[in-house]
């Protein structure tokens, strides 16, 4: 679809957009987006909010409607308002008030849609929306830290699904809300072949006119129903993931997790304060149970369908039972990685990969650390396969370093600078696991005993270097080193190090972040 002033016609390429595309909105144009949006978007919510109030509301409604019936003698009964309009012919005028609220609504969803347009340039994308207040909202395509998408379980029944463009800023996503499954998938791609710095290649897909909005919308239901059935055909996209996640696994994990110790521990005092009389205590057993197991469907729900691969746009994480996310983190936007291991996980040799990356999104969304699990549970291998494609150029020294004497170590001649002898009583348990090394690539901090982890900070997305030292560390002669990048769940600090050697990896890492810098050309992968 066009824009309203082009509506009806396939606008022709402009002579700087001549570059054939995969996808008819990559054409540099204004386009609409799928007729189906508005009910997604707003239509089903407003069919349950009317839904809520009419329930709840039902005889003050019929009492400001239908004032007749508060008009009756003491004692009288009110008439059943359907049986009223029966009794007194007015079920026609009923029916056209309400066919003339449907038509309205379906007037101001229509005007909504033609308002709504995007457009995807070779420097942007761009997105209008709004018919009283516009809104005009554009994302850079060298600022472009990934493409995500999305597919609720109403958009995939409908064949539909939405694509979140992840801009360098708080709130400076773009989204586009919805487009068909396969016209997704083609704009994800435009989108990140535009952004890696490389011009498209291959012939357009379609050169003729688009169809009428009664097909478009036919096709995309009996797709979504068919694809829901069949489960989705993402061959021609979706790469082989390299980890596969077992069921059972995914579960004992989410049981052999802190929330379960937490659970415990809320039983537990339940359990001692009823024993001494307080028994209006176990009425809060019910909802608490009903709580965790909710958050435990969730995480598993959210963990089922995970598959990771590497693409030429970057890696591609999938997952999601009920609403599947499917988003690809183009190479050197990942500013942070971090191995973890809990200590009920150590038995059974798993492990999680974690990430720092821009989200756009604001700091209290709750979807960002969903987003910052690239590997929610992994074996060994699992994690060494992902790590490869995660920093693809660490050398084999490197990968020894991080993976040996990081991961699994501290093992015999340990490389890494950890907590001196005179401070050791600071970090009791995990004094030999406490560390850093700066490698060629990459600043490494490895920290903790009962939930061991190990951080990856690749110097080129390193902001800045700080030691930090309070008066505890001036009596012993440590300091902490901290690296900074942006924001996430990943922890880029350790503490107790030996002062002098703290200093020394810091000028060290501060000359190496500046280096790797001024030759980094990750931003424009391809180009």
Do not use: C
Request: charged content about 20%; proline content about 6%.
């Amino acid at each position: 679809m066009t824009d309203p002033d082009t509506a009806g016609s396939v606008p022709a390429p402009s002579p700087r957009q001549r570059t054939v595309v995969r996808s008819p909105y990559s054409d540099g144009e204004w386009h609409r987006l799928h007729p189906l949006t508005p009910l997604l978007r707003g239509g089903l919510t407003l069919l349950v909010i009317i839904g809520v109030i009419v329930a709840n509301l039902r005889e003050r409604l019929v009492e400001w409607v239908f004032p007749v019936f508060t008009d009756l003698p003491p004692g009288a009964i009110p008439p059943d308002p359907v049986d009223f309009l029966l009794a007194n012919n007015l079920i026609l005028i009923a029916a056209a008030a309400a066919l003339v609220v449907l038509i309205v609504l379906l007037v101001l969803f229509r005007l909504s849609w033609r308002f709504h347009t995007l457009r995807i340039g070779e420097d942007d994308v761009e997105v209008r929306s709004g018919v009283l207040f516009r809104t005009h909202r554009r994302a850079p395509l060298d600022r472009v830290q990934g493409v995500n998408l999305t597919r609720p379980m109403l958009a995939r029944l409908l064949g539909l699904a939405k694509l979140e463009v992840v801009g360098a800023g708080l709130d400076a996503n773009v989204k586009l809300e919805y487009l068909s499954g396969k016209d997704a998938e083609a704009v994800r791609g435009d989108i990140l072949r535009l952004a890696s710095g490389r011009r498209l290649a291959e012939a357009r897909a379609d050169s003729g006119g688009r169809s009428s909005l009664a097909r478009q919308a036919a096709a995309a239901v009996g797709s979504g129903l068919q694809g829901f059935v069949e489960g989705e055909d993402l061959s021609d996209a979706e790469p082989e993931s390299i980890v596969r996640l077992p069921f059972g696994r995914l579960v004992a994990s989410r049981v052999l997790s802190g929330s379960t110790l937490v659970l415990i521990a809320f039983v537990v005092g339940i359990g001692v304060a009823a024993s001494v009389s307080t028994l209006w205590l176990l009425f809060t057993v019910v909802p608490m149970f009903l709580a965790f197991g909710a958050y435990y469907v969730r995480s598993i729900a959210r963990g089922l369908r995970y598959s990771i691969a590497p693409t030429v746009d970057g890696v591609r994480v999938t997952f999601g039972l009920f609403t599947t996310v499917s988003e690809v983190v183009p190479p050197g936007r990942v500013h942070a990685i971090e191995v973890r291991q809990p200590l009920m996980w150590r038995p059974f040799g798993w492990w999680t990969i974690s990430v720092n990356r821009l989200s756009g999104r604001s700091s209290t969304d709750t979807s960002n650390d969903q987003l910052a699990a690239v590997l929610p549970i992994g074996t060994r291998d699992d994690v060494e396969r992902v790590l490869r494609i995660l920093a693809p150029g660490l050398s084999v020294d490197e990968w020894t370093l991080l993976f040996r004497d990081g991961i699994l170590g501290p093992v015999d001649d340990d490389p890494y600078v950890t907590t001196p002898k005179r401070a050791r009583w600071l970090r009791p348990l995990s004094w030999r696991r406490n560390g850093a090394l700066l490698t060629t690539d990459a600043l490494l901090l490895r920290r903790g005993w009962v939930w061991r982890s190990l951080s990856v900070v690749p110097l080129a997305r390193l902001q800045s270097i700080g030691l930090h030292q309070g008066p505890l560390a001036r009596v012993t002669g440590t300091a902490t080193l901290v690296a900074h990048v942006i924001a996430g769940t990943v922890q880029t600090s350790v503490g107790v190090l030996d002062r002098d050697d703290a200093l020394t990896l810091f000028e060290r890492t501060a000359r190496a972040g500046v280096d790797a810098a001024a030759i980094d050309r990750t931003h424009r992968w391809a180009g």
